[in-house]
């Protein structure tokens, strides 16, 4: 099956200074990328959709200045919290989709603390 | 309000027993699909079925679809151990890229 590589697993940082994550689809050409966060015991929020080559479609309430999202290729896109503060501590999961494709593949997720 | 929304939110059963969730939605939707899970991992694709299906059998799974009430129900028959885990259905929505999620399920399966 598809594989999709998200890295790093984990990451803590300092308040104020930036997290890049990456997300890789190794087998396939993702067209498309989806970016969520995860709480406990909660469902995903989508934060963004990327489609390669152009820019993300964010969700309502989503900063895009504090979430940048890059999708310059059909195997990588990256999520950067910038200025990154505590409340931002959460577990952000990406999932890719190739052309013609109905299911989502997706990462292993980062479990970011900002200290 | 919540395109997709399961129950119960928690199952927990003994080895052996079926386990059966729950999730409705609210608009018209092309596919639904579930997933699962596994605790600070990612998701893993179990099953589609889509609009004009009404049941569908995978290996110990079951799903089944009903566009009239806007639910589906997913079976997972003589559960063992490692079935685990916190299972999500997702609707792809007409005219949209984007999976809505659910809230899940977290299934428990007692040795």
């Known amino acids: 099956g598809a594989v999709v590589s998200q890295h790093p697993s984990r990451v803590i940082c300092k308040s104020g200074t930036s997290v890049k994550i990456e997300c890789r689809s190794l087998d396939f050409q993702a067209t498309t990328m989806f970016w969520y966060r995860q709480f406990p015991k909660q469902s995903l929020m989508l934060m963004a959709t990327?489609?390669?080559?152009?820019?993300?479609?964010?969700e309502q309430g989503v900063e895009k200045d504090k979430f940048l999202i890059n999708h310059a290729s059909l195997t990588l896109s990256t999520l950067t919290v910038t200025s990154a503060h505590p409340e931002d501590s959460s577990f952000y999961i990406c999932?890719?989709?190739?052309?013609?494709?109905?299911?989502?593949?997706f990462g292993s997720g980062t479990q970011l603390s900002v200290l | 309000s919540q395109q997709g929304e399961e129950d119960p939110q928690a199952l927990s059963i003994q080895e052996g027993e079926n386990a059966t969730m729950n999730c409705s939605y609210k608009t018209s939707i092309n596919n639904l699909q579930w997933y699962r899970q596994n605790s600070g991992r990612g998701l893993v694709h179990l099953i589609l079925?889509?609009?004009?299906?009404r049941e569908k059998h995978s290996g110990r799974l079951r799903v089944t679809l009903d566009t009239s009430k806007k639910s589906s129900s997913l079976l997972i028959t003589a559960s063992r151990a490692a079935d685990t885990a916190s299972y999500f259905c997702a609707t792809k929505i007409q005219g949209a890229q984007k999976l809505v999620f659910g809230q899940g399920t977290r299934l428990t399966i007692n040795p």
């Open positions: 999932s890719a989709l190739s052309k013609g494709n109905e299911k989502l593949f």
């Open positions: 990327s489609n390669e080559g152009s820019k993300a479609t964010y």
């Open positions: 079925i889509r609009s004009n299906e």
